[in-house]
């Protein structure tokens, strides 16, 4: 059922609001690093198209076929490596440094945020990051390192030559591959050569992010938690997401009911707030990387 209330696009307005505020939110999503070069879930996702880039994020997935999982993730930390923190990145951290009372939630795993110097303590990492690296066993090993390397492990080298997200990688599996997979883009890797946990040298290591079936972060679940018990919030930006993944999309109905006018930045009119407009609410249809720095100026 379409909500009755349209929102507002009044930039003044949202600046004016903007400008007594004092307790903002912002949750992000795979649009805000889509002007960087990332593919989000939902769109083409490039190489992954033949999968659904959600039932590679499950454990189940990596206990399946851990090789497969690894090349999904090296392949983007690789992109993800290359591409650059895009102007939202950087109008959201100047934000930051202006507002003691914003806090970013990102659902992003890509690094960009960070690597736009977002001050760490108003950025909650809720789903984790591509570059955190960890032993699969984290009850008695526990091991975690921050790792950039590039690739992680020599198999998992993209193929030189040719970008893997590219449409010639694709023809390139057609044509020399069982076209069933597209996947055989890339070659096949064997277990063994997976990266394996120095500290326990039995398990594998895998991607400190939060597969679909996982607890977020105790430690984040707790800062989101510690903010929200904060009193009053004024806003919460909801930029580049589709709001679809829980516990995520719930920070949105949460701030709501501490008093929190809702504006939505996506360059899709149908992706509103769950539980559709509100009175107040605002939207500015586009892409995040150009509208974010005017309406954060
Ligand atoms: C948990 C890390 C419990 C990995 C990710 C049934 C109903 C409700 C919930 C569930 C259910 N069944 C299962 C669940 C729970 C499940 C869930 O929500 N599933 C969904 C699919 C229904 N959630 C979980 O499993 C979570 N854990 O619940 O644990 C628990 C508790 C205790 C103990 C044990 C367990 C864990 C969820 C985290 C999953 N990990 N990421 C990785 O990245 O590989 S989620 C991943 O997908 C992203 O992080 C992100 O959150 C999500 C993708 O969403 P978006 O970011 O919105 O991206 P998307 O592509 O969808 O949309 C892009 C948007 O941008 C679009 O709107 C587009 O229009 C817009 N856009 C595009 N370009 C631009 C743009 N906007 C602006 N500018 C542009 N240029």
Not at 70 to 76: A, D, I, K, P, V
Not at 152 to 178: F, N, Q, Y
Not at 187 to 198: A, I, M, N, Y
Not at 241 to 249: C, D, E, L, N, R
Request: with cysteine.
């Amino acid at each position: 059922m379409l909500s009755a209330v349209s929102p507002n696009t009044d930039l003044a307005s949202f600046h004016d609001h903007l400008k007594k505020s004092t307790r903002v939110l912002a949750l992000l999503g795979a649009g805000l690093s889509a002007s960087s070069g990332l593919p989000t879930f939902r769109g083409k996702g490039g190489l992954w198209r033949t999968h659904d880039a959600m039932s590679l994020a499950t454990p189940e997935a990596f206990d399946d076929d851990p090789a497969l999982v690894w090349q999904f993730y090296g392949h983007r930390r690789h992109m993800s490596l290359n591409a650059q923190p895009n102007p939202a990145h950087y109008a959201l951290a100047r934000l930051a440094e202006k507002m003691p009372g914003f806090q970013a939630l990102s659902q992003n795993v890509d690094g960009l945020s960070p690597r736009a110097n977002h001050p760490p303590g108003q950025l909650q990492l809720l789903h984790g990051s591509l570059f955190d690296v960890k032993c699969v066993d984290q009850t008695k090993c526990g091991y975690i390192e921050i790792n950039y390397e590039d690739p992680l492990v020599p198999a998992l080298a993209m193929p030189t030559g040719i970008d893997p997200t590219s449409d010639e990688a694709r023809d390139a599996a057609v044509k020399s591959h069982d076209i069933s997979d597209i996947n055989t883009a890339l070659p096949k890797v064997e277990t063994k050569d997976l990266p394996f946990c120095p500290k326990c040298s039995q398990h594998l290591l895998r991607p400190g992010v939060v597969w679909f079936g996982e607890a977020l972060p105790t430690k984040v679940l707790d800062n989101v938690d510690a903010y929200m018990r904060g009193g009053k919030i004024d806003l919460i930006m909801v930029i580049g997401t589709g709001a679809k993944v829980y516990p995520a999309s719930s920070f949105i109905g949460d701030a709501r009911e501490l008093g929190a006018k809702v504006c939505v930045v996506n360059m899709d009119a149908n992706d509103r707030p769950p539980g559709g407009w509100q009175e107040g609410d605002w939207f500015f249809e586009g892409d995040a990387a150009e509208l974010l720095p005017k309406m954060l100026e």
